[in-house]
């Protein structure tokens, strides 16, 4: 195993279950560029109600930055707390995507039977290159799993997983990563 997922094992950002009857692997979204973020929301928060400003300003305004702190506050505390979850269940033969505990959209459930790989994606971002978890479905739709990952050992390893838990429970040897067939 790669030091630098085992790493991400020690310190959480994955963790991993293989229990009997399912397979979870959680992925942590936080960053420690998310904590800063999510401090300096509480200390705008904390200056905003804790002198008083709002009682002056007028409505439009005061309505305003309740709108724009309550967004930003949603969007800072989830990126800093939300997992996402991938669950294999070995009974139902389903895999599952949930993030939480900040509802978040992508949650869905599909049929292994349905699947028929994955793998990472590559992608150009404002703070350098990001990965993406896919799985292809049979009838060729791509369902993002995992989105704005930096760590591309993490998405590489992620897939891997992916890749032998539902193959063995389609019953069908894995795929290499690189077969283009």
Not at 2 to 10: F, G, I, N, W
Not at 14 to 23: N, R
Not at 66 to 90: C, D, H, M, R, W
Not at 111 to 124: F, G, H, K, L, N
């Amino acid at each position: 195993m790669d030091s630098k997922v085992e790493a991400a094992l020690k310190l959480g950002k994955i963790v991993i279950d293989d229990l009997p009857d399912k397979f979870v692997l959680k992925y942590r979204w936080n960053t420690p560029e998310m904590l800063a973020i999510v401090a300096g929301c509480v200390f705008l928060d904390v200056v905003f109600v804790g002198t008083g400003s709002y009682t002056s300003a007028p409505w439009g305004l005061v309505l305003w930055l309740i709108v724009f702190q309550g967004t930003v506050n949603y969007l800072a505390f989830s990126f800093a707390a939300n997992v996402t979850s991938i669950e294999i269940n070995k009974d139902t033969l389903t895999l599952t995507v949930k993030n939480g505990p900040i509802p978040w959209p992508g949650n869905k459930t599909l049929s292994i039977a349905d699947v028929q790989r994955a793998y990472a994606e590559e992608y150009p971002g404002k703070r350098g290159t990001y990965y993406a978890v896919f799985v292809i479905l049979k009838d060729f739709n791509k369902i993002r799993l995992i989105g704005s990952m930096k760590e591309h050992h993490l998405a590489f390893f992620i897939v891997n997983l992916i890749t032998e838990k539902v193959m063995a429970l389609n019953h069908v040897a894995p795929r290499s990563l690189f077969d283009k067939s």
